[in-house]
């Protein structure tokens, strides 16, 4: 089992920042491909980010990419999200998520697919 807790969400005017982290159990950290997934409002939950275990690879959505940064620290078992020139529109929970297949670095498929998940932290951006 892998337990993982989020923080970092809030509220923040638009082209303001945020810095999500992700803390996850386990001594096997460095093995699992991490990403980060939203869900706005009456919307499916959608891939946001992904990172290898080695943190080489990094998969970005293309409403995020070139603002959005994801990135690891294996020694402190935490994933985070860096997400700047934010937009009204990127306004939602954000889920921390958890693969353990070594060749799934890149979790941009369907979220049915990820093995673990994080309860959340609610990202809201005004205008």
Do not use: H
Request: charged share 15%; with cysteine.
């Amino acid at each position: 089992q892998v337990q993982l807790v989020e923080s970092g969400g809030g509220l923040v005017q638009a082209g303001g920042s945020l810095r999500l982290s992700c803390a996850a159990s386990g001594r096997t950290f460095s093995r699992y491909n991490m990403g980060w997934f939203r869900q706005a409002p009456g919307k499916e939950r959608e891939f946001v980010a992904s990172i290898s275990g080695g943190g080489v690879t990094t998969t970005y959505a293309d409403s995020v990419k070139g603002r959005f940064t994801i990135s690891r620290d294996n020694a402190k078992n935490t994933v985070y999200l860096q997400m700047n020139s934010l937009k009204p529109e990127d306004t939602a929970v954000y889920y921390c998520a958890a693969d353990t297949r070594p060749w799934r670095s890149n979790l941009s498929g369907p979220p049915s697919l990820i093995d673990y998940w994080g309860q959340g932290t609610q990202v809201t951006v005004s205008s």
